[in-house]
C-alpha cells in the first residue's frame, strides 16, 4: 500500500506565481487535511475536507484553496504565492476506525 | 477549541539516559492524545495514542506516556534512549466531542514540537 503520496516533494516559486499540491490516499478515508510546518510552530490544519465535495477551513486558510472533486484526492492550491508560505505542506488523511492520522511525506515549498 | 504546550524546545540527552519530553494540553471538551515522531526529512508517524481506559499508555520503541486529567498533562517517557530515537517529537489532541453524525472530525492540533538530541 502506497498510504498517502504527495506531489511534488519540492518547489521554488516566485512570488505571484500558482501552484497546486496534489495529495492521494489508497486507504478508503473520508477525512483528508492539509497541515503546515513552521518551525517553533508544529503543524497547523490549513484546510480540510469530511467526505468527496466538501470543504472546510481549518486554522490558517488565508491564501489557500482546496479542492476534493474525487474521494481519493485532495488538492491543496496557491493562487498567488507569498514569501509568507514557504513551508513544508504534509496531508494527512483519517478513518474513526483507528482514531489515527496517516501522513504523506511533504512537500517543501519555497517562495522567493 | 483545544490546544498545546510543549515546554521544552529541545532536549539534548546522553544514549543510555531517561528522558521525559513534556506536553500540557487546553480543552473544554474531553480529548484524545496523541504522541508523533518525526525524523529528519520524514513524515510524520504515530508513537503513542490515549483514547480512554488505562492512563499509561505504551507505544513503539519503547516510549510510553501517562495521561493526567487533573493536570491536563501527557507526557512522554523513555527509561533508556538510543541514538537513533533523535528527531522531533509532537504531542497532539483531538476533541472527543461528537458532531451530528455521531463522529468526530478528527482534526488535530498540535504542540510546537520537542527535538530530541541523543549524544553518544
Known amino acids: 500500500n502506497a498510504g498517502v503520496t504527495q506531489t511534488p516533494k519540492f518547489r521554488v516559486l516566485k512570488t505571484g506565481q500558482s501552484m497546486t499540491l496534489l495529495c492521494a490516499q489508497d486507504?478508503?478515508?473520508?477525512?483528508m487535511y492539509w497541515y503546515r510546518q513552521d518551525p517553533g510552530m508544529g503543524l497547523r490544519l490549513i484546510h480540510y475536507?469530511?467526505?468527496?465535495?466538501?470543504?472546510a477551513k481549518g486554522e490558517v486558510p488565508d491564501g489557500y484553496n482546496v479542492s476534493r472533486l474525487k474521494k481519493q484526492n485532495f488538492l491543496l492550491g496557491l493562487e498567488s504565492a507569498a514569501p509568507s508560505q514557504t513551508s513544508v505542506y504534509f496531508c494527512a488523511s483519517w478513518t474513526a476506525n483507528t482514531g489515527e492520522l496517516f501522513f504523506g511525506e511533504g512537500s517543501r515549498l519555497t517562495v522567493l | 477549541a483545544q490546544s498545546v504546550t510543549q515546554l521544552d524546545s529541545q532536549v539534548p540527552v546522553f544514549e543510555e539516559a531517561p528522558v521525559e519530553l513534556r506536553c500540557n494540553y487546553s480543552?473544554?471538551?474531553?480529548?484524545?492524545l496523541f504522541w508523533y515522531v518525526q525524523y529528519p526529512n520524514q513524515g510524520l508517524q504515530l508513537l503513542l495514542k490515549y483514547l480512554s481506559g488505562s492512563t499509561l499508555v505504551k507505544g513503539i520503541n519503547g516510549f510510553e506516556a501517562e495521561f493526567n486529567k487533573s493536570q491536563t498533562s501527557f507526557h512522554l517517557r523513555k527509561p533508556s534512549v538510543h541514538i537513533s530515537d533523535t528527531a522531533e517529537y509532537f504531542c497532539?489532541?483531538?476533541?472527543?466531542?461528537?458532531?451530528?453524525?455521531?463522529?468526530?472530525?478528527?482534526?488535530?492540533?498540535f504542540g510546537q514540537g520537542t527535538i530530541l538530541t541523543v549524544h553518544p
Open positions: 480543552s473544554s471538551v474531553s480529548v484524545y
Open positions: 475536507s469530511v467526505g468527496e465535495g466538501t470543504t
Open positions: 497532539a489532541v483531538r476533541s472527543a466531542a461528537l458532531n451530528a453524525g455521531g463522529t468526530s472530525y478528527g482534526k488535530l492540533t
Open positions: 486507504m478508503n478515508h473520508e477525512y
